[in-house]
């Protein structure tokens, strides 16, 4: 048995691609179709009702253009924009794999780093104390973040004081796992570790949602087999900052996009 | 002979407020409905079409709410969104009289910060070379600074050292005139001009835009006369981060909210 249907993959922006990323590394064979809703973004300070309108038009494009499963990247949007839908495929989130993998390596505390409205919905603390009921969890929004990143102020003064405040609250409670719960955080990696130190370990959501997804594949007979694999990007608005930001990302800068209309 | 209709207001998000509140100085009579589109905020890293596709909605609907004018708050907007506009009543941007105040002051060499979008246009450049072809325009795009202010990091040593890096080639270039070319940025007004120096003048285009609709409204007999002013504010997303920064913005934290779709 197998399915030669893309994954869809959907996020308010380029910060999927990290997700896109990790899911060619655990499933090499399977073909990518991926919405970036650029035109809207960012998802992170907007509120649940619209997080979730925009949601169920991107889980029903990409259901129209024939994916197998959509994975929902942007951590916002599955903090926020699952709850009330009617799905047309089978949709995961990045929430419940990270939280799970978090809980699996904790000593007992956790920190959540993600934006306003990932933290102001507590869906990573739900998901942990569920997991664990025993875990302490650390919230803190990190709003400055996503631009900076997207400024290209990787490793950087400025970066690194906005991050020293951030992360002050999570070393006063002594986390020993850190969730990086945004797509864009894994980039700061480096630099958030160094500040955290060697002994706090860092949870990228992508790495569990790819696995969560092979499992789910397999178990269900539906990996693609050896075809050829063919990726797909399309976005809602195409600017050349999105090519630029997406060659940070995915280290290609030949990307080729198509410009789509959503709801 | 006087026009008691609303003026209409719009803006990606909150930022126009501070227009308003220009508007309320100089037009103390007029009734303001004002359209935040904060489900689609914000405009500045977005496309010329996208721009331009979102205000032509944002005109219409406030067309539709029987406003006698629409001023475009949104510097992005002004300049990327009216090329294409069919105006269904008069629209006036901030870009045009906010480079003619720039001009008529300026001593020969005229800085623009803006955000990426409006500097990639050149519409301040350009409006500013119609004006007076002998003046020296240096743009400067500045993506940090809506999120600092969002933070509410006025005063800060972070906000600091990033005006300072954007600043650089402005100092370099000696400008003597600065053009605040984004809503936002008057919040950092005292800031930018600790470092710029007492001889640099700053220029805020939503005094002048005031000014010119103060203009056009009396010569075409429809200012409003001395009727009860009643304001109402409209918005695509209404969470409390929106009431949050409209109470920094203008000093009101109970403004009455309409949450509204538009297209």
Redesign the interface.
Known sequence: MSDERPIGVFDSGVGGLTVVAALKRRLPRESVLYLGD???LPYG???P??VERYSRRNVDFLASRGVKAVVVACNTASALGLAGLEEPVPVLGVIEPGARRAAEISRGCVGVLAT??TIASDAYGIALRAARSDLRVVSQPC??F???I??GWYDD??TA??ARRYLQPLIEQRVDTVILGCTHYPLLADLLAGLLGSEVQLVDSAGAVAERLHQDLESSGALASDSAVEDHYCV????S?FRRIAADFLGDPDLSLELVEVG
């Not at 809602?236 to 600017?239: E, L, N, P, Q």
């Open positions: 650029t035109a809207r300070t907007k509120s009702l619209t306003e409205s709003p400055l996503v631009p900076l997207e400024e003064t400025v004081e906005v809602t608005d195409a600017g900052r």
